[in-house]
């Protein structure tokens, strides 16, 4: 079980889940499976956000059941059973027995028996919840399952009459964090920022974004965190134009910026941080002047984190101070009404700048409710990402040279607090002194 969420956690979300599922219903939530990398080489194993929620039990094949009202037990668990030749190559398995003992479901059983024990629980229930599209091959055996009792309707048997999607009750049960939930992420920031600071020191020109990267994940995993939340971006010069450059694999010049977005995962929650400074350590009163524009941008979204105001208003306080600010180093024509009509700062500005983060980087839950900008609620956890690219391209040929090839943004993890925004990021710097100064120290 993981360190950080207690195991009474667990329960309580699958307790509060089937409190929410209707009348005579049944959730079934598959866990992942290994994946093939080569031949006989697989990928590291990296369970399912959703059935992790739930149980946070961390072998592949697993299979939860949430039964309502089934008189032998209502929460169980499917899982590998014990096998010694299987151990001896991969490590030990928990096994039906102790899994049910240690993630603290009713009953358990093992996955190889799914087929002759699961139709029978579907068999009655009116509704199946399922994460629908999220698992194909084993949406295919669900279905095979409930068309098998449907052909057996004339000797009385008894199908589910619907298959629910189970996100609209177990996203947004996700999108509120709770203090265990919120001390893993803040963990996941410090080691981060701890990754970020030590690109900052090594950093030099000559070095190759691949390098520049080892850093990064160097310092996560000595911290404690196994793998990257993400694929790392680490794109020096026009690279930072694209937004999800993952190559890595240019050499640093002295005179370009580098832009890393990079983040680790701590127990399965995720960290996401960009940060953008010189390669030579000091800015050039050109990336001076468009990088404190995205800082401006990126404190301004924060200051409007706050409960009850709207997903969409981090966004919008930031893309007025980005276009005020391209307005007056003429980079943009017009004035803030004209350009937010036409849109013409999507030249320099295209992406948005926020996200729900979790147990998924890009983390569940819905923005709008009823096609309305939902209101932040203490507990939820967003990305503030403010960003200005100029390509050195045809698009942007009436831009001045000493602003061509940049890209910068700024972006924290940001935790909705019922006294105000909580900055989980803040030891990475940011402001051009911090930078400069972390930039001198020694690697």
């Not at 079980?1 to 509060?16: G, L, N, Q, W």
């Not at 095979?144 to 996100?167: D, H, I, Q, Y």
């Not at 600010?325 to 009404?337: F, I, Q, S, T, V």
């Amino acid at each position: 079980m993981p360190a950080t969420i207690p195991k009474s956690d667990f329960r309580r979300r699958r307790a509060a889940l089937m409190n929410l599922m209707d009348g005579d219903s049944i959730a079934v939530i598959p866990g992942a499976v290994l994946k093939t990398r080569n031949r006989d080489s697989d990928y590291l194993f990296r369970q399912d956000s959703d059935f992790h929620y739930l149980t946070g039990f961390n072998e592949p094949d697993g299979v939860l059941v949430l039964a309502p009202g089934r008189e032998h037990g209502e929460t169980i668990l499917f899982c590998r059973e014990r096998e010694a030749r299987s151990e001896l190559y991969d490590g030990e398995r928990l096994g039906p027995e102790r899994a049910a003992q240690i993630v603290g479901v009713d009953d358990a059983f093992p996955v190889a028996d799914l087929d002759d024990i699961l139709p029978g629980m579907l068999e009655g229930r009116e509704r199946i919840y399922f994460g629908l599209g999220d698992h194909p091959e084993f949406e295919n055996r669900l279905l095979g399952w409930v068309s098998t009792l449907r052909a057996r309707e004339s000797g009385g048997a008894r199908p589910p009459g619907e298959l629910f999607a189970l996100k609209h009750l177990l996203h947004e049960q996700r999108l509120i964090k709770s203090a265990a939930e919120i001390r893993a992420m803040r963990r996941a920031a410090e080691i981060t920022c701890e990754g970020h600071r030590r690109a900052m020191r090594a950093c030099e020109p000559g070095m190759t974004e691949t390098q520049l990267e080892a850093e990064l994940i160097y310092e996560f995993m000595r911290r404690g965190a196994k793998v990257p939340a993400y694929s790392s971006i680490v794109g020096t010069g026009t690279n930072a134009c694209v937004l999800h450059y993952v190559e890595n694999s240019a050499t640093l010049k002295k005179n370009d910026l580098v832009l890393i977005d990079a983040g680790c995962e701590y127990e399965l929650y995720a960290s996401d941080v960009t940060r953008t400074f010189p390669v030579s350590g000091t800015f050039s009163p050109a990336q001076k002047a468009l990088y404190e524009i995205v800082m401006a941008a990126n404190q301004a979204a924060i200051e409007a984190c706050v409960a009850g105001a709207l997903f969409m208003d981090p966004h919008q306080a930031a893309l007025e101070i980005m276009i005020e600010g391209l307005l007056d180093l003429k980079l943009l024509e017009g004035d803030l009404e004209e350009v937010l009509e036409t849109e013409s700062y999507r030249t320099f500005c295209p992406h948005g700048s926020s996200h729900w983060l979790g147990l998924d980087v890009h983390d569940v839950g819905d923005q709008r409710v009823d096609g309305e900008w939902r209101p932040l609620e203490p507990g939820m956890v967003l990305t503030i990402e403010p960003g200005i690219y100029v390509p050195d391209s045809a698009q942007t040929a009436h831009v001045p040279a000493r602003f061509r090839g940049m890209g910068i943004r700024v972006e924290d993890d940001v935790l909705i607090g019922a006294e105000g925004p909580e900055v989980l990021t803040t030891h990475a710097p940011k402001t051009v002194t911090d930078i400069e100064a972390i930039m001198k120290e020694a690697p």
